[in-house]
């Protein structure tokens, strides 16, 4: 088990080192230049000049690529051109919004449609499976951003029934604000999760230890909690790990349409500002965030199925 832990995190780290690289070259690439748009189309070519070798982009994409290498490993992700503030405290002071709406999300969506997805599976072919497959299907066919527009519409303006826009202060007020924003990230991954839940106990229920379990008079009730749901859930596990950043796309689009702080609304302000190193600090994090929570989704089915932890 150790050497699969040790053997993942030289993945990840090898993973977050190549999406800088690419990061950094898909950024030079992007018409414009930085300089200008910092100091407006006015400025002189004198103070261009200056500029652009203060923020090092004079160099070669090499030399800036290794110089940030180098910055990060003291903890220096760089500046923010416009503010001069560190990119560090910016981005990791808007992450803690952006990872609680993906847990809420994440966390009320996998009860449900775990709860679902078994539910299908015990009454097979009934008109309670038949319905539960079509609302899966819906909510799978539907972008997250539309939910988000029509639950900001019905729910905010036309009922009143929660805040149309802001994250809210205090625990109370923070729950309150983000039920919008979590019920549009998360209701298509009911759908998702109780589609691989029902396959996955339909296929267990039907196996040989299952039957054996039945012959020996264990009741169907300690067959699904004691045997056959902790490896139901071990595919949908697998889906939020390699999931997560979906949820930090569909993040993007919650944070601007209900204008809540996130990573999701610096990125798109940084974008159009071409401010390059909040960009670059916001994809680094964001990027770290993602491998880690494949991870630890590879570590859980380890810990729920025996037989993954015998072949490590």
Known sequence: MLIFVLRRLALSVAIVAIAVVLLNAMLHLVPGDPTVMILGPRATPELIERTREAMGLDRP????????????LRGDMGVDVFTGRSVASIVFSQLPYTLTLIAASIVWSAALGIVIGCYSAFRRGSWIDLSAGVLSVSTI????????????????VGLRWFPAV????????????????????????????????RASMLEILG????????????????????????????????????GVVHLFS??????????????????????????????????????????????VSDLVNAWLDPRIREAL
């Open 61 to 72: 994409f090499y030399i800036q690529t290794l110089t940030f290498f180098g910055n990060l």
């Open 250 to 295: 569909a993040a993007v689009f919650a944070e601007v349409i209900f204008s809540r702080p996130g990573i999701g609304a610096l990125i798109v302000n940084a974008v159009n500002e071409r401010n390059y190193p909040i960009v670059l600090g916001c994809i680094l994090v964001t990027t770290i965030v993602i491998v880690l929570a494949t991870l």
């Open 166 to 197: 802001g994250a809210g202060t205090g625990f109370w007020g923070q729950a309150h604000y983000l039920v919008l924003p979590a019920f549009a990230i998360g209701i298509s991954w009911v759908g998702y999760i109780a589609r691989v839940v």
């Open 207 to 242: 196996a040989n230890h299952v039957r054996m379990a039945r012959a020996f008079g264990l009741t169907e009730r300690r067959i699904v909690f004691s045997y056959a749901l902790k490896i139901a859930v071990l595919p949908a596990v697998t889906l939020i790990g390699t």
């Open 141 to 156: 066919s539907v972008p997250s951003f539309v939910m988000a527009l029509y639950g900001l519409l019905i729910f905010a």
